[in-house]
């Protein structure tokens, strides 16, 4: 009798773990977007001084959607911007 009880809490507390583990907002990633758009943001001015815009523009826009302050993702943009306005 008590092995059964002991199963039978062993099983609601598994249970129970288990639904407010599901129920619990994971965010991993909240620390490492700091990371990831520097990462982004380095690829950018990369691709933009080989010459592949359209690469560029992609990683820009994941830089400015992780970290949009960012000093390295505000020098992407600032980059991008001279490069899209016509030379004189």
């Given amino acids: 009798m008590l092995i059964h009880n002991l199963r039978s809490l062993s099983l609601v507390l598994g249970i129970t773990l288990g639904i407010g583990a599901c129920a619990t907002p994971f965010s991993a990633e909240q620390p490492q977007s700091p990371l990831a ?10 691709y933009m001084h080989s010459g592949h815009l359209e690469l560029a523009h992609q990683r820009l826009l994941m830089a400015l959607e992780l970290g949009p302050n960012r000093p ?15 030379q004189q």
């Fill in 37 to 46: 758009a520097d990462i982004y943001a380095q690829l950018a001015l990369g």
């Fill in 72 to 86: 390295l993702t505000l020098k992407a943009a600032q980059d991008w911007q001279k490069q899209q306005t016509p």
